[in-house]
């Protein structure tokens, strides 16, 4: 089946975000799915990119999330690095600093810019902090991660809500930047998200070893 050539373009943290089109779903159905709390691996996603390209790498080899690893612990270790960094809506990481950021740019900062992983619309190694980076939810479809069941989570997975995002250190505890007063920190995982949103644990493709 075709993949529609239907497109959203949304602002997040000074960058513009191309979505492309959903296999066999109209993009406001494939987002009320979503907001529902259905499981976004049934979504079929394809990226194209239509913006400045200082704005992103190009599509291609994108969404395959391949070409650089990790372990989990390492994804976690990183991670925690950053536990006490100041919170900032839509702040970007920068290419060496330590935000401020929020939830989003966070986990770009550690998968895309520390590890030099793929994360949605860049490449391995193209990331680099300069922009806050795709925001949640596009992690949340992205074809880099699959869902994983809730019981399966390890550290270097990723714990995601429709409007925030953090990466597991355990199974029961996730660091992320959390908000203006907490900044980033470690808390547990179950009641740790916004309320009455549903939590998705995915795991990168990229990751080399559980835990």
Known sequence: ???????????????????????????????????????????????????????FSTAAGVAAGGGVSATGSAIADDADRYIGAPYVWAGAPGPHGVGPWDCSSFSNAVIGRDLGMAIPFYRPGTYHGQRHGPATSVWLVWSGAFTIQRQDCVAGDLCIWQTHMGIATSPTHYTSAYDTQEGVRNKPIAGGGPSFEKLFIRRLKGVTARG
Do not use: H, N
Request: hydrophobic residues 45%; glycine residues 12%; charged residues 15%.
């Open 1 to 55: 089946m075709p993949i529609k050539a239907s497109y959203l373009i949304l602002a997040g943290g000074g960058a513009i975000l191309l979505w492309g089109g959903f296999k066999g779903k109209s993009i406001p159905d494939a987002f009320r799915s979503v907001l529902k709390g259905q499981d976004p691996t049934a979504l079929t996603t394809a990226y194209e990119i239509q913006s400045s390209p200082a704005a």
